[in-house]
């Protein structure tokens, strides 16, 4: 398997536009992270998905951010409308079952100008 | 996707000396925990995990510890080499039959020759 398949890998946008990042999860795997990554907060979750469906969204920080994931080999994280202080590594991850690790991709990094 | 030039706290160690790197979690329900290494431009990657019904766990060239009693785990590395240079961060499974991995604040281990 190639592992979890996150793009773009970079992403330039102006403040105002809409983002959408993408996430192809390890095939088989049935639980779903979106990951923040900042100098100030580190590693947030954002949401999290067990067989598709979102079961924690609390780490979303504004309504401006939404999540889906319409089959279990696919996922986005849209932002809408952009900010500069959205500018972050967005990093996706899957797991395979309850209580084993979680693989990563190698992230997004966006930045919002 | 990059680990995004955290402002860390640093241990700095020479090449072939142990290092350990602590982490305190913060939930006493948590019942699963995994190490995590993190290189500059990529995603964290699985180093070594433990169950809460353990204390101690090894690998090849790592150990982890971990004391329930004050929510305390550690990551132990033998004769540390520069390739073992990157952030790491523990990170605790707050269970309710769910996987929600919440990652600590992180640690930047610099190998000195």
């Known amino acids: 398997d190639a592992g979890v398949i996150q793009s773009p890998r970079h992403e330039v946008t102006e403040m105002g536009q809409e983002v959408t990042l993408r996430c192809k999860p390890i095939s088989g795997h049935n639980s779903l992270f979106w990951y923040r990554q900042t100098m100030m907060r580190g590693l947030e979750l954002l949401i999290y998905?067990?067989?598709?469906?979102?079961?924690?969204d609390s780490g979303m920080p504004e309504d401006r951010f939404s999540a889906k994931m319409p089959n279990a080999s696919f996922s986005t994280l849209k932002i809408q409308p952009s900010e500069p202080r959205d500018s972050a590594v967005y990093f996706c991850?899957?797991?395979?079952?309850?209580?084993?690790?979680?693989?990563f991709g190698q992230g997004t990094r966006l930045t919002v100008v | 996707g990059e680990s995004v030039g955290l402002h860390l706290p640093t241990l700095s160690v020479q090449e072939g000396d142990n290092s350990i790197i602590n982490c305190a979690y913060s939930?006493?329900?948590?019942?699963?925990f995994i190490w995590y290494k993190q290189e500059s431009g990529k995603g964290p990657q699985f180093i070594i995990d433990?169950?809460?019904?353990?204390d101690k766990r090894q690998g090849q060239r790592v150990t982890v510890l971990l004391n329930k009693t004050v929510k305390h785990l550690s990551l132990q590395i033998a004769a540390t080499q520069p390739g073992d240079s990157a952030v790491y961060f523990c990170a605790e499974n707050l269970s309710g039959g769910y996987n929600k991995l919440i990652f600590g604040a992180g640690t930047r281990l610099a190998v000195h020759p």
């Open positions: 998905f067990n067989n598709n469906v979102p079961i924690d």
């Open positions: 433990i169950r809460s019904n353990m």
């Open positions: 991850a899957s797991i395979f079952r309850l209580n084993t690790e979680a693989f």
């Open positions: 939930n006493s329900a948590s019942d699963y």
